[in-house]
Every structure is written in structure tokens, then in C-alpha cells.
């Protein structure tokens, strides 16, 4: 599957579909499967943590509509402003990038070790394939990976909301 349209940046609609489709399954099995998330891993997220990791979630996603989706973009309120620095690729679009990706490891940080282990070596391979002057191919083959992980360890490592403020309740 070639993930680009090609010349204008914007993905296939077998892309995206393959994208939520993956989401899609994971949530699912969340579900489905009663031993999901697993006992022995899953933590309670608190409501600070969670209000970053959405925070961050949002920022990434207005981050990618801005480069893949522009006309899109244009149209999210108060998003104009950023689509041009974002598209630009330049340190306004790096920042911009950088700190919702903070923000979601910050979130996740009192989950199990690996789950931010794991996502932040994703989210770097997608900072990496963004600004390296790569195949967008490689680059959108990073983002699939980091949204299917970060999708993953919401869906598979987070057992709700905890009680407490800052953090799970123990």
C-alpha cells in the first residue's frame, strides 16, 4: 500500500481507513476480551495525567492535519494561525511538535514502564522521519506505528480513571 497521494502530501483513503481500522480493533479487544487490559500491567490514569495526554493527543493531531489534511486544518478554530509555521518545517513546527508529544509522555509517565518506553522511541522515529529530508512514505509508516502504540497502550495499559487528582489511586 503506498500510504501518499503523492504530489500534495495528503494520504490515501486506504491509509487512513487501515489507520482507524487498527484503532478500531484495539478498542475492541478492550471490549471483548475480559483479560484486557492485564491485571498484572494496567495502572489508573489521574485526571491531571489524563487532561495532559488528551492535551498532547490534540496538539499531535492538529500537528498532522495541518501538513496531511491543510484544508481541514483551516477550518479547526483557532488552528489557522499554526498551519503555516507547522507546514513550514521549520523551529515553529518542531516546537509544535515536541510538546504535545511531551505532554502525552508526560501523562503517561506513571503507567508501566515500558508504555512510555515504547512511545516515546515512536514518537521520535516520527519527529526523526519529519525533519530528516526522508521518503514521506517512511515518515507515514512512523506516524501509523506511533498512533497504533499510543491507541495501544491507552486501550491495553490504562485500567480508567483513579481517583486521585495527580495521580492513580493505589
Given at each position: 500500500m503506498n500510504p501518499s497521494d503523492g504530489e500534495d502530501g495528503s494520504v490515501t483513503p486506504p491509509y487512513l481507513s487501515a489507520l482507524v481500522g487498527s484503532v478500531l480493533v484495539l478498542t475492541a479487544?478492550?471490549?471483548v476480551v475480559p483479560a484486557v487490559p492485564s491485571r498484572r500491567r494496567a495502572r489508573p490514569i489521574g485526571r491531571v495525567h489524563a487532561l495532559l495526554v488528551l492535551l498532547g493527543t490534540v496538539g499531535l493531531v492538529?500537528?498532522?492535519t495541518a501538513m496531511f489534511a491543510r484544508p481541514f486544518a483551516l477550518g479547526i478554530p483557532g488552528a489557522a494561525a499554526l498551519v503555516g509555521p507547522i507546514d513550514a518545517l521549520g523551529p515553529a513546527s518542531v516546537l509544535l511538535?515536541?510538546?504535545p508529544a511531551a505532554l502525552v509522555l508526560l501523562g503517561l509517565r506513571?503507567?508501566?514502564p515500558p508504555?512510555?518506553?515504547v512511545l516515546l522511541l515512536a514518537l521520535l522515529a516520527v519527529g526523526v522521519t519529519m525533519y530528516d529530508g526522508g521518503a514521506l512514505?517512511?515518515?507515514l509508516v512512523a506516524i501509523f506505528a506511533a498512533v497504533v502504540l499510543l491507541a495501544g497502550a491507552l486501550l491495553l495499559f490504562v485500567s480508567g480513571l483513579g481517583r486521585g487528582v495527580l495521580s492513580p489511586a493505589r
Open positions: 479487544i478492550r471490549i492538529v500537528h498532522c511538535y515536541v510538546a506513571r503507567q508501566w508504555v512510555p518506553g512514505r517512511v515518515h
